[in-house]
């Protein structure tokens, strides 16, 4: 079992920059993918980015593709999201998910995922 911890939300201007972290109980083992996806109003949850915990691969939706960075701290369990050069079009509740699926099919199979964090909000002011 594991469980997802989201910090690192809040508010922040067109431009700016926020940095999501998810902190995971329970060992994530070395066949694990880490990663995000965000929901905003009246939209369907999407794919953000996603990291191979073993590999250190990492993947990316189009739309945050050279403004977003994520990675991961393997000796805590925890993988962040840096978030650059952030749009108004970026506000959204992002949760943080783990799955043992590889990272690269995550933008098409957030329904097979297998564990959620809570989600933190995120708004961005034009």
């Known amino acids: 079992q594991v469980q997802l911890v989201e910090s690192g939300g809040g508010l922040v201007q067109a431009g700016g920059s926020l940095r999501l972290s998810c902190a995971a109980s329970?060992?994530?083992?070395?066949?694990?993918?880490m990663g995000w996806f965000r929901q905003a109003p009246g939209k369907e949850r999407e794919f953000v980015a996603a990291?191979?915990?073993?590999?250190?691969?990492?993947y990316y939706a189009d739309s945050v593709k050279g403004r977003f960075t994520i990675s991961r701290d393997k000796a805590k369990n925890t993988v962040f999201l840096q978030m650059n050069i952030l749009k108004p079009e970026d506000t959204a509740v992002y949760y943080c998910?783990?799955?043992?699926?590889?990272?690269?099919?995550?933008?098409?199979?957030?329904?097979?995922?297998?564990?959620w964090g809570q989600g933190t909000q995120v708004t961005v002011s034009s």
């Open positions: 329970g060992r994530i083992f070395r066949n694990y993918a």
């Open positions: 998910a783990a799955d043992q699926s590889l990272a690269s099919i995550w933008p098409r199979n957030k329904d097979a995922i297998a564990y």
């Open positions: 990291i191979n915990w073993s590999t250190g691969s990492t």
